[in-house]
DNA sequence: CTGAAAGCGCTTACAG
DNA sequence: CTGAAAGCGCTTACAG
C-alpha cells in the first residue's frame, strides 16, 4: 500500500492513471473500456494496492457477494460428532467455488442468534439465506420469506410459507431398510426415531411403517438423532421386548449407540440382533461389526441447495422441490 | 412491511415519525434523544418495518458487525470427523454471543477461495479475522497483518510476521502423556505424529521426545491427523518393530486408526500394546477399550480467540501469545 | 470509449 | 436536544 493511513480509493486510482473514477470502475467491473486506459489503470491498481470498497460497492448494486447458511440448531447438533453438517457445508461449497460468492456460515442457537441473523439477512448483509435442518415451523424460514430475501431450504418447510427445497427419500430409504431385514427373515423389527418434529424424523419413522405394515405390530422408541438417545432408545426396548430381532435407528449416529448398548447386553450383532443405521457417516465402515447403513447424498443437498439459491438470487424460476434418492448400504450388522 | 417495492429507509422513518433523518439515526444509534421524539420514531419504526441498511452503515463507520473465522485447510480435515473444528466454533459463538458482531466462517481450501477471502478481509467485508490451524507459513496470515486488518490465530504463527496466537501446551501435554506411558512400565513407545508443517504436530512431537529421552530410541511414524493417516503409521509400526508395547498417538483419530490395526493384528490393548491419543473428542469414550488421551480445552481456545480480536477490533492491547494447559485423562487404554 | 453528475442510505461534526 | 449539510466510496444512466 502507498504512503498514508488511508487505503486508496477509486478516486486515488483515477488520479494516478489520469483517467475518471467512472473508467476505474469500469476497469474493475470488466466493461468496455480502451485497451490503453485499461492498461493505465490496471498498472495504477496494482502500484497502490487498490481494492474495492465492498460496503461502497453493496449500497449502489444491492449485492454483497454473501451467501449464508443458516443452521437453526442449539450446537448440540451441529456440534455433536454426526456428520450432516459438515458434508453439507462441502457440497455447498462446491458449488459456489466457481461463482463469485462467498459462503458464510451462521448459527442460529439462541433466540439472540436468531433475531441477529434475521435482522442480517433483512438488513442485507446477504444476497441470500440458505436453511439447513429446521425444526418444527420454525418462524425463521417465515420471516426471511416475507422479507423479499431469496430462501431455499433443505427438507420441505412445514407451515403456510413457501420456500424451494431439497431434500432425500427418507421414506422410502427407511422402507428399503426395513424391507431388507424383513427379507433376511427378521421378524420382531423395532426402530429407533429421530425427532418428530423434523422432516427426517417423521418421512423415516413413515417408511418403517410402511414396511411392517401389517406383518407386526410396530415397536418405536424416540430418539432425536443423537448417540446418546439411541443408547437410551435401546435400553428401553431390550427391557419392554426382549425378543427383537431387528433394529433400524433413523441415524447411524444412534445405531451406534444402539450398538453399546447390545454389546454391554451380551447380545451378538448380527446373530441376535440385526442393526441398520441411516446416513452412512464415515464411521459407519469402523464399527464393528461394520454398519448396515441408508447412505445420502449429503453433499448433493449442498450443491442442490446452492445452485437453486443462486438462481433465485439471479431471478430465474426454481423447482419447489427436489429429491434425491438414497442407497442402501449392506455391510456386516445384518 | 409498508406496500410499495422498496425498502423503507431513513428517510420514510424520519418522514413518518416527523423528525430528521439526524434524530432518527440517534435512535437507532441509541444516542440522547428526547423521550417524545424517541417513542415516534420507535412507532414509525415498527409501523414500516424498518431495518438499517448495513452497506450504508458500514460505509460511513468503517465496522461491518462481522466477524471471519478462516479455516486455510482443504475440505479433508475440516470435514473428517476430527472435532477440532466444530470445537473450535462453539467456543468462539460463545464468546461472541453478547457482542454485536456476527461469527461468519470462511473456508480457504483453495487457491481460489484463498484470494477471495484476503480480497474481502481487505475490502473490508469483516471487522476482523481468526485463522485458525495454519500450515506451514502460510502467506495468508502475512497478507492479512500487512493490510492492517486485525488478526488473531490459534497456534502461533510461523513466519515473519507478528500475529497475535491462542494455543495450547501441546509439547507438555504429550510429555505428560509418554511419561504416564513409562511409569506404567512400558519400555519400547512409539509414536505416531500429526502433519510437521503445523505447530500442534510439531510440538507434540517434541514432547514424545522429551519424554522418551535417553530411556529408548525413539520409534516414530508419521501421520496428518487423521484416522486413515494413523492406520497407515500403525501398520508400519508393527512390521518394522514388533517389539513395540505402546503408542503415543497425536491425535485422538489416529489412536483409533492405530486401534483398529492392532485389533486386527491380534494385539490386545492394553495388554500388549498401551495406546494414548491426543484431543479428547468425543468419540475417545466410546472406542473399545476406552481411550487415553491429552484433553485440550478447545472451546477454551475459540473463546480466548475471539475475545482477544474483540480487544484488537476495539484498538486495545491484546497478549501476544496465550497458552492454555492441557490434561492427561486416564481410560482403559493404557 | 469516456467523463460529469447524481445517487445509493447512512452517520457525524457543526450550529443553534 | 435537533436539523441541515457534508461525506463515506462506489456505480450508472446520460451526454457526448
Redesign the pocket.
Known amino acids: 500500500m502507498a504512503r498514508g493511513d488511508?487505503?486508496?480509493?477509486?478516486?486515488t486510482v483515477a488520479a494516478r492513471s489520469?483517467?475518471?473514477?467512472?473508467?476505474?470502475?469500469?476497469v474493475?467491473?470488466d466493461q468496455?473500456?480502451?485497451p490503453?486506459?485499461?492498461r493505465a489503470v490496471e498498472r495504477a491498481i496494482a502500484e497502490v494496492g487498490?481494492?474495492?470498497?465492498q460496503?461502497?460497492?453493496s449500497?449502489?448494486?444491492h449485492r454483497t457477494g454473501l451467501i449464508a447458511l443458516v443452521l437453526p440448531e442449539s450446537s448440540t447438533r451441529v456440534f455433536s460428532d454426526d456428520q450432516f453438517f459438515p458434508r453439507l457445508i462441502q457440497g455447498v461449497s462446491q458449488e459456489l467455488d466457481d461463482e463469485d460468492e462467498q459462503l458464510v456460515l451462521m448459527l442460529a442457537g439462541s433466540e439472540a442468534s436468531r433475531d441477529r441473523i434475521e435482522r442480517s439477512a433483512v438488513a442485507g448483509r446477504v444476497d441470500g439465506v440458505m436453511l439447513a435442518s429446521l425444526h418444527g415451523t420454525d418462524p425463521l424460514s417465515a420471516a426471511l420469506a416475507k422479507s423479499g430475501i431469496p430462501v431455499v431450504s433443505n427438507e420441505r418447510v412445514l407451515g403456510p410459507v413457501e420456500v424451494p427445497s431439497v431434500g432425500v427419500d427418507n421414506r422410502g430409504g427407511a422402507r428399503t431398510a426395513v424391507e431388507h431385514l424383513i427379507s433376511s427373515g427378521r421378524r420382531r423389527i423395532a426402530t429407533i426415531t429421530g425427532p418428530q418434529d423434523m422432516i427426517a424424523g417423521m418421512d423415516r419413522l413413515d417408511g418403517y411403517l410402511d414396511a411392517v405394515g401389517g406383518s407386526q405390530e410396530p415397536v418405536v422408541a424416540a430418539g432425536d438423532f443423537t448417540r446418546v438417545s439411541g443408547e437410551a432408545a435401546m435400553k428401553r426396548l431390550l427391557d419392554e421386548d426382549p425378543g427383537i430381532d431387528a433394529v433400524f435407528a433413523a441415524s447411524d449416529l444412534m445405531a451406534e449407540g444402539a450398538l453399546h448398548v447390545l454389546r454391554q447386553n451380551g447380545s451378538r450383532v448380527p446373530d441376535d440382533v440385526a442393526l441398520v443405521g441411516f446416513d452412512d457417516i464415515t464411521r459407519a465402515r469402523y464399527t464393528e461389526p461394520r454398519l448396515t447403513t441408508v447412505s445420502q447424498p449429503i453433499d448433493g443437498i449442498g450443491r442442490h441447495l446452492a445452485s437453486q439459491l443462486l438462481r433465485l438470487i439471479a431471478g430465474e424460476p426454481v423447482e419447489p422441490a427436489i429429491t434425491l434418492t438414497t442407497e442402501l448400504v449392506v455391510r456386516e450388522s445384518t
Chains 1, 2 share one sequence.
Not at 6 to 11: D, I, K, N
Not at 18 to 26: D, I, K, L, N
Open positions: 488511508r487505503r486508496p480509493t477509486l478516486e489520469g483517467v475518471s473514477r467512472a473508467t476505474v470502475s469500469r474493475i467491473n468496455p473500456v480502451a490503453s486506459s485499461r487498490y481494492v474495492p470498497n460496503a461502497a460497492r449500497l449502489v448494486t
